[in-house]
């Protein structure tokens, strides 16, 4: 039986790495290779690495932390490749094709598209002729506003749409995998919205990875006991603890989830 996987996911925003609140809110902190690094050896399965920059100059220099990084993102990717040793998904700035192809070759397994359902599906398309379905997920962010359940897009002017239709959209184009996401929990603490995650599992054919909401453990294990999601991943939460994953994992092998056994 195939097992479910443990993705800590990490935002990179001009230069630092960040927490997100709503997506609207960002607090830094700290060294966008450190973390990789850690979570290397803390065992992840895979790493989603994000960047949600305002510019497309990545841009980090701070002496307190030793670390002299300035460049474009693709110097970015290659230093993380070089301090990562699980399979990494990036994503972020993505606009064509060879924007794909050039983050494959310095380092990403997989990318995952945002924009592009919005803006270019034929993108989406292309990637996954190009470079196989499994090199490719859709990062789908639900919205409830007034009562709807919408699809949103960060990077568009906030471009909404209707969440179902969307997802649909980026299943028939050929992706992979979906990143679910929930802006309403995003940094909230407050658990991850099952009943969210329970209607796009039943509704796709191909694994999803839940995000958004985590406030402990325990908010892992209720997402794996109640639903039927391929993996959980988290942001925030993985940042504050010396072992995160490896506590993670523990709890979630513990409690019989089928998942890989902690290191220690």
């Not at 709807?148 to 897009?153: I, S």
């Not at 679910?180 to 509704?203: E, Q, T």
């Amino acid at each position: 039986m195939k097992k479910r996987r443990l993705i800590p996911t990490l935002l990179y925003r001009n230069g630092n790495l960040v927490q997100s609140q709503e997506f609207k809110r960002f607090r830094n902190i700290g060294n966008p290779f450190k973390a990789v690094e850690r979570f290397s050896d803390w065992d992840a399965d895979e790493l989603i690495y994000l960047d949600i920059s305002s510019s497309e100059e990545n841009n980090y220099l701070r002496s307190d932390l030793k670390t002299n990084f300035r460049g474009n993102v693709i110097e970015l990717l290659s230093e993380i490749a070089r301090f990562a040793t699980m399979p990494v998904t990036f994503g972020g700035g993505i606009k064509n094709l060879q924007d794909v192809s050039d983050r494959i070759l310095h380092g990403a397994d997989k990318v995952s598209l945002n924009s592009a359902a919005f803006s270019n599906p034929n993108l989406i398309t292309e990637a996954v002729r190009e470079f196989g379905s499994q090199a490719v997920i859709a990062s789908v962010d639900a919205y409830h506003a007034d009562g709807k359940l919408l699809a949103f897009n960060r990077t568009i002017g906030g471009t909404h749409s209707d969440f179902f239709e969307h997802l649909k959209l980026v299943q028939d184009l050929g992706v992979g995998e979906i990143l679910l996401n929930s802006v309403n929990r995003d940094g909230m603490k407050c658990g991850y919205d099952i009943n969210l995650i329970n209607k796009v599992v039943n509704l796709v054919d191909i694994p999803v990875i839940a995000i958004g909401g985590a406030g402990d453990w325990g908010h892992l294990d209720e997402v794996f006991n109640h639903t039927n999601v391929d993996a959980v991943s988290a942001a925030n939460i993985f940042q504050w603890q010396e072992q995160s994953v490896n506590q993670a994992r523990r709890l979630l092998f513990d409690k019989g989830h089928n998942i890989r056994p902690p290191l220690i």
